[in-house]
T-cell receptor, first 115, second 112 residues
Framework: DQQVKQNSPSLSVQEGRISILNCDYT??????FLWYKKYPAEGPTFLISISSIKDKNEDGRFTVFLNKSAKHLSLHIVPSQPGDSAVYFCAAFGYSGGGADGLTFGKGTHLIIQP | DGGITQSPKYLFRKEGQNVTLSCEQN?????MYWYRQDPGQGLRLIYY???????QKGDIAEGYSVSREKKESFPLTVTSAQKNPTAFYLC???????????FGPGTRLTVL
């Protein structure tokens, strides 16, 4: 049972426009959310996070929005740049029900920035 | 220059052999984690350790073992009992004051 879902395997956006990556979760015990960027054969790089007590967090070109009632979060990148092309993972922290205390990851969205 | 190192980058082993993957960090982080990634999948938690000499099973611990004898080191052994060991393995660490995890570069293990 997938507790963190990224329903778009890929997303293509023109350079300079806004990229919006979406993530849904099912476990109401999740209380901290993170976005990671990953290139092939490399480790994920932390981008931005948000606590469940907030609904928005901003860092430069990256903004994360959290809608707790809808169990939905999104990452906005504006303006999109060619170097943003990568796989983006949404992750959640909180008691997953399996007894583990690590992050639960979505399957990722491959963002492609077109010139 | 602080960070997390994993070695080697690529590792090949014959079926039935145990293999140990290295993970070292000089960030003075308390917690360390091991994840595996399969093609088209997210990362899945194998084991984690919040303090020295203590570790906990993650969601997919079967066929794996770990040790945490030093704060800086958290090696993962992939045993012959792991049915599908070929994967990309990622080590991460986090400070006690934050939930954010920082990842190493990963080791790609191929079992022939």
């Amino acid at each position: 049972d997938q507790q963190v879902k990224q329903n778009s395997p890929s997303l293509s956006v023109q350079e300079g426009r806004i990229s919006i990556l979406n993530c849904d979760y099912t476990n109401s015990m999740f209380d901290y959310f993170l976005w990671y960027k990953k290139y092939p054969a490399e480790g994920p790089t932390f981008l931005i996070s948000i606590s469940s007590i907030k609904d928005k967090n901003e860092d430069g070109r990256f903004t994360v929005f959290l809608n707790k009632s809808a169990k939905h979060l999104s990452l906005h990148i504006v303006p999109s740049q060619p170097g943003d092309s990568a796989v983006y993972f949404c992750a959640a922290f909180g008691y997953s029900g399996g007894g583990a205390d690590g992050l639960t990851f979505g399957k990722g969205t491959h963002l492609i920035i077109q010139p | 220059d602080g960070g997390i190192t994993q070695s080697p980058k690529y590792l090949f082993r014959k079926e039935g052999q145990n293999v140990t993957l290295s993970c070292e960090q000089n960030l003075n982080h308390d917690a360390m984690y091991w994840y595996r990634q399969d093609p088209g999948q997210g990362l899945r938690l194998i084991y984690y350790s919040q303090i020295v000499n203590d570790f906990q099973k993650g969601d997919i611990a079967e066929g794996y073992s770990v040790s945490r004898e030093k704060k800086e080191s958290f090696p993962l052994t992939v045993t012959s009992a792991q049915k599908n060991p070929t994967a990309f393995y990622l080590c991460a660490s986090s400070p006690g004051t934050s939930l954010t995890q920082y990842f190493g570069p990963g080791t790609r293990l191929t079992v022939l």
